[in-house]
Nanobody, 122 residues
Framework: QVQLVESGGGLVQAGGSLRLSCAASGRIFKINDMAWYRQAPGNQRELVATITSEDSTNYADSVKGRFTISRDNAKNTVYLQMNNLKPEDTAVYYC????????????????WGQGTQVTVSS
């Protein structure tokens, strides 16, 4: 009942930048935490960055100082600005959101995007 559409992935040289977007639509009263994960071939999916509804952010150590997560609540969209990209950042990137369908108290539901490929060449 909530759809997530990701965009912004692609091929970039090391040191370059990309900006990922993830737009949510559907039955949404409130979006709580939003996050980006990534999964490289042969690896488990790992957390990259999170942002709460109060705009508090957290980052994996491997991306601190290079990546910035942000959100636009009016557009139900979360972004990931990735600078100084490295070959080890190559992965499929997924967004995840936690949504309330109705006013509290109501359950929170979790949804994943379809993933967008980021490839960084050396």
């Amino acid at each position: 009942q909530v759809q997530l559409v990701e965009s912004g992935g692609g091929l970039v040289q090391a040191g370059g930048s990309l900006r990922l977007s993830c737009a949510a639509s559907g039955r949404i009263f409130k979006i709580n935490d939003m996050a980006w994960y990534r999964q490289a071939p042969g690896n488990q999916r790992e957390l990259v960055a999170t942002i709460t509804s109060e705009d508090s952010t957290n980052y994996a150590d491997s991306v601190k100082g290079r990546f910035t997560i942000s959100r636009d609540n009016a557009k139900n969209t979360v972004y990931l600005q990735m600078n100084n990209l490295k070959p080890e950042d190559t992965a499929v990137y997924y967004c995840k959101v936690k949504v309330n369908y109705d006013r509290p108290p109501s359950p929170t539901y979790q949804f994943w995007g379809q993933g967008t490929q980021v490839t960084v060449s050396s």
